[in-house]
């Protein structure tokens, strides 16, 4: 599942949407990797499947525990089951990139993440606008004020890079630095003295290409966590004011394409009726190669399926009548 459109209110796309969801979940690269690991399949429907899914992977595929990704643990996999995690994240649509589906876009949008991935989704963007791809709105890159671990902070000055603090400090020197700006044109936000509580937003306007915000959003829940992928995608469209028909391109990293696009469908194309297509890096593209992707194993690919699962059961009870 890797792209589709949506419109609120409207049935047929309601429809289509648990349709490739229903397309995702049943399948028989998923359906065998949960044989693999003792899984026995359940009569029912798709709510009854996603909430087996969620169950059965959050005890043999979660390996966070509640942690931040670097901080999974590793899974000890023989080498039949690594490679069938691997082919199956494959036909999943996890590991290999796929080009923007549309020949314009009213806006793009890069997601944040780990600080690596962070450099990468924004030279890509670059690399797209640069290549010719029109956006009629605006670039948004979206982050938090998550705190940089003392590993991202050293690949980082590994590669040359300023160890900046947060999330949000690191897509801001990207953005600087790969589209040659040296100060936002406009800026707002609030420091609210705790990161879950603060925002803000610093624009950029390079000649040639639409303008470009960076967007540190708040958490919906700060006393419990900080902004995830859905607050700041909420965030975002709260500002950009989103309308229906709206074509959004998101850029996130291949392995989160699944989980990130319904995400993405859930806060912004069923509430506002935009359409969204998901596309991860193309790691193949030199310019890229100041940081290039960390190795990605079998557990992790293990981790991003259950968070596919998650969010499309995220998705799917937000389409279910009430």
Do not use: N
Request: proline share 8%; with cysteine.
């Amino acid at each position: 599942m890797h792209s589709a459109d949506a419109a609120a209110s409207t049935r047929p796309a309601d429809q289509r949407i648990t349709a490739e969801v229903r397309a995702w979940v049943d399948s028989t690269p998923l359906r065998g990797l949960v044989a693999h690991f003792g899984g026995t399949w359940p009569d029912g429907d798709l709510t009854q499947v996603l909430r087996f899914l969620d169950d059965f992977s959050a005890r043999h595929w979660d390996f966070r525990g509640g942690r931040e990704r670097p901080d999974a643990r590793e899974p000890d996999l023989d080498p039949a089951t690594a490679k069938l995690v691997l082919d199956t994240a494959a036909a999943l649509g996890l590991i290999h990139p796929v080009p923007p589906a549309r020949s314009a876009y009213a806006h793009l949008v890069v997601l944040g993440g780990l600080a690596h991935a962070c450099v990468r989704r924004v030279g890509y963007a670059a690399h797209l606008l640069r290549a010719g791809l029109p956006v009629r709105g605006e670039v948004a890159v979206l982050g938090s004020f998550r705190p940089l671990s003392d590993w991202e902070r050293r690949t980082l000055v590994d590669a040359g890079l300023p160890a900046d603090d947060t999330e949000v400090d690191v897509l801001d020197t990207a953005v600087r630095r790969v589209f040659g700006v040296a100060a936002p044109a406009e800026q707002d936000g609030v420091d609210a003295g705790h990161p879950h509580h603060s925002w803000s937003s610093r624009t950029y306007r390079p000649d040639g290409l639409p303008p470009i915000r960076v967007l540190a959003a708040p958490s919906s829940e700060p006393d419990r966590r900080r902004a995830h992928t859905a607050d700041t995608q909420r965030f975002w469209a709260g500002h950009v004011r989103l309308a229906p028909g709206d074509e959004v391109l998101m850029v996130t990293a291949p392995i989160y394409v699944p989980f990130q696009h319904c995400d993405a469908l859930r806060t912004l194309a069923v509430p506002y009726g935009c359409a969204i297509d998901t596309v991860g890096v193309d790691p193949t593209l030199a310019d890229l190669a100041v940081l290039p992707e960390q190795t990605l194993t079998p557990g992790r690919y293990l981790q991003e399926i259950r968070s596919a699962i998650r969010s499309m059961r995220a998705l799917h009870d937000r389409l279910r009548p009430r």
